[in-house]
């Protein structure tokens, strides 16, 4: 069946650091790709999607290219702020039944 | 503006009550789902609904069920026969298109003791 890998957290970063957040998939089909964020003692929001190889997803300063021949899904942000401090997850969705799989989410916590 | 709500944000429970999360939303979107969260955990799908009238079991669906009578809302209910009911319950929508992203609620705090 389809999966999401997300790297194991915590992630911890000084204010201004760069962030990468690994995110690979095994899909039947085509999926789209999501991040999702979640702020402390609220819903998941996305953050940004890519629905084809090759696409680049961006919001807020973060990206995430759609590596078909990887099957990766790497988020990334050059400067990371401490309102950035969130659990991140990682999804796919390859239609069908229209169930989202999702990874296990990674916790980033960024000092002033 | 549209989006979903769940009510109410905190909920606490005696053992052996059963308690009804509510999820509303006004995004006109097909499809609902509800799931469960535990700390340090993923999202665990409980029950989703693709259409009025019609649901199916997610992966933890044992001690919940559901109702789709109406587009708007998917009210889930914690019976009794849930072991460990206490965790932090997630509604969502989507339009039903692989291409198209969740919305979430805000959740609900499900305390029973």
């Known amino acids: 069946g389809d999966s999401v890998t997300q790297m194991e957290g915590p992630v911890t970063l000084s204010e201004e650091a760069f962030l990468t957040i690994n995110c690979t998939y095994t899909?039947?089909?085509?999926?789209?790709l999501f991040w999702y964020v979640q702020y402390p003692g609220e819903g998941l929001q996305l953050l940004l999607k890519?629905?084809?190889?090759?696409d680049k997803g961006s919001n807020k300063g973060f990206e995430a290219t759609y590596r078909k021949e990887t099957t990766s899904f790497h988020l990334e942000k050059g400067s990371v702020q401490v309102s950035d401090s969130a659990v991140y997850f990682c999804?796919?969705?390859?239609?069908?039944?229209?169930?989202?799989?999702f990874g296990r989410g990674t916790s980033l916590i960024v000092h002033p | 503006d549209g989006g979903i709500t769940q009510s109410p944000k905190y909920l606490f429970r005696k053992e052996g009550q059963n308690v009804t999360l509510s999820c509303e939303q006004n995004?006109?979107?097909?499809?609902m789902y509800w799931y469960r969260q535990d700390p340090g955990q993923g999202l665990r799908l409980i029950y989703y609904?693709?259409?009025?009238?019609?649901?199916q079991k997610g992966d933890i669906a044992e001690g919940y069920s559901v109702s789709r009578e109406k587009k708007e809302s998917f009210p889930l209910t914690v019976t009794s026969a849930q072991k460990n009911p206490t965790a932090f319950y997630l509604c969502a929508s989507s339009i039903g298109d692989r291409t198209y992203e969740q919305y979430f609620g805000p959740g609900t705090r499900l305390t029973v003791t």
């Open positions: 890519a629905t084809k190889a090759d």
């Open positions: 609904s693709q259409i009025v009238n019609d649901f």
């Open positions: 999804a796919l969705e390859t239609g069908g039944s229209y169930i989202p799989t």
């Open positions: 899909a039947t089909g085509y999926p789209s």
């Open positions: 995004l006109n979107h097909d499809a």
